[in-house]
């Protein structure tokens, strides 16, 4: 029996991942639906569709800059089951009012007064639920798991969360936003059942006091952890990564409606296409690896990512000079020429960067001590927080500036080069670390 299809079956494994697959199918059935009802229903301009997506995008990573550091803080020196479970309870009343907003748009009832606003504010309250279930995912992975477990299950997690907001996305795009509104209350209550199925998970460390002064518990906590090259170029390589998946993320839902001239199905469809890469990514780098922790495969795929966000540039801007004068369903956009090669494109960006973050995660609950685990994926969080809303406000400065949507995708193959420096140093602290290792013997 394989180490993948053990965890699968073990109770160490199971509710935890079943538990984040509903979290991340709810958060995007959520995100997807909010955005694609406004960019579709609401707005009827490219800079202003921009505008929102990045918004929603800035608002639900802000949490994550805000309150990282005290949500490490108690996954370290908390039993990590019970706040999940607290979590997840949290989420049934979020996703109440987020419902309330969905429904009070879809029936055209003080849109821009009261329903937008209770949406962001619902999508913001899930980024901070999320900003306090992020660093238990991983962390609690070494205290339940294995040594040589923690990177088939932490390639699991990974892969499950894409294919969760996979689902999440297709859905979003394809029910009416009512039947979305009753859907994420029901997710969120199941996924909260599933959770009192998690074991146990007590403080591994001394309890320490908790530090609520959130600006000097955020500096200390990234200034203690980056002091292992390690996973200083783990978090840094991680943050530019979803710095550009962030801009990526923003940039579909216009780019469908105002370059490809698509309908919401077709922007639903780029989601579901660059989740199903990243999972495709995730279980690949886990076989090529053969479960050890390592770096070396880091450079070379993000590079691979880079090529292909050119490729997709170019062929949107070729599609962009033969575009149809009306929406495109998805029958009609996959009859369209170039179709095929556009979803490629997009799907060889999924690939190449599911291949280059999924190892890195691991490097951070495995580089350090068991009882810091939760605090250094919590400043890993800050850090990619930082730079995701970053990320946002530089897409939305473009847009407000009048860049067309297309030019700005070309902003993320730059981040790639960057990235694939980041990988490269961590690569060789990595080589410098193993040498050491050795040096000093058993």
Not at 134 to 160: F, R, S
Not at 302 to 325: G, R, S
Request: aromatic content about 10%.
């Amino acid at each position: 029996m394989t180490t993948s299809s053990q965890l699968l079956r073990s109770r160490r494994f199971l509710p935890l991942f079943i538990t984040q697959l509903f979290n991340a199918f709810n958060d995007n059935l959520y995100k997807t639906a909010m955005v694609l009802f406004v960019v579709y229903q609401v707005y009827n301009d490219e800079s202003q569709e921009a505008a929102f997506s990045g918004l929603a995008s800035g608002l639900f990573i802000l949490p994550f800059f805000i309150l990282s550091a005290l949500a490490g803080q108690l996954a370290d020196m908390r039993d990590k089951a019970r706040i999940i479970r607290i979590v997840k309870f949290c989420e049934i009343i979020i996703m109440s009012v987020g419902a309330i907003g969905l429904v009070m748009a879809w029936k055209g009832m003080a849109v821009d007064t009261v329903a937008i606003p209770l949406l962001l504010a619902a999508l913001f309250a899930m980024g901070v639920h999320s900003t306090f279930f992020g660093p238990i995912k991983y962390a609690i992975l070494p205290q339940h798991l294995a040594k040589e477990e923690v990177l088939a299950g932490t390639g699991w997690v990974e892969a499950g969360t894409y294919v969760a907001i996979l689902a999440g996305t297709i859905l979003a795009g394809w029910i009416e936003v009512e039947v979305a509104a009753v859907g994420i209350i029901l997710t969120a209550i199941i996924g909260w059942v599933i959770s009192l199925q998690v074991p146990p998970a007590p403080p591994q460390g001394e309890v320490e006091k908790l530090d609520w002064h959130i600006l000097r518990a955020s500096v200390k906590l990234v200034r203690d952890t980056m002091h292992n090259p390690e996973v200083f170029y783990a978090i840094l390589a991680i943050s530019f990564f979803w710095t550009i998946g962030a801009v990526l993320f923003i940039q579909f839902p216009p780019l469908a409606k105002n370059v490809i001239m698509a309908s919401k199905e077709v922007a639903s469809l780029f989601l579901v296409v660059f989740s199903v890469g990243v999972a495709i990514g995730s279980v690949a780098v886990n076989r090529l690896l053969k479960g050890s922790v390592s770096a070396r495969y880091a450079s070379r795929s993000v590079l691979v990512m880079a090529l292909f966000v050119v490729a997709f540039y170019v062929v949107c801007k070729i599609w962009a000079t033969e575009a149809p004068d009306q929406l495109l369903d998805v029958p009609g956009f996959i009859a369209w020429p170039m179709a095929s090669l556009l979803l490629l494109c997009l799907l060889g960006v999924a690939v190449a960067g599911g291949m280059f973050v999924v190892p890195l995660y691991a490097f951070l609950t495995t580089r350090v001590a068991p009882d810091k685990a939760s605090r250094t994926i919590a400043a890993n969080n800050i850090v990619n927080s930082g730079a995701m809303v970053g990320g946002s406000l530089l897409a939305m400065a473009m847009s407000a500036a009048g860049v067309p949507i297309v030019e700005q995708v070309l902003i993320s193959a730059g981040m790639c080069l960057f990235s694939a420096w980041l990988g490269k140093r961590l690569h060789q602290a990595e080589e410098v670390a193993a040498e050491a290792t050795l040096a000093a013997g058993p």
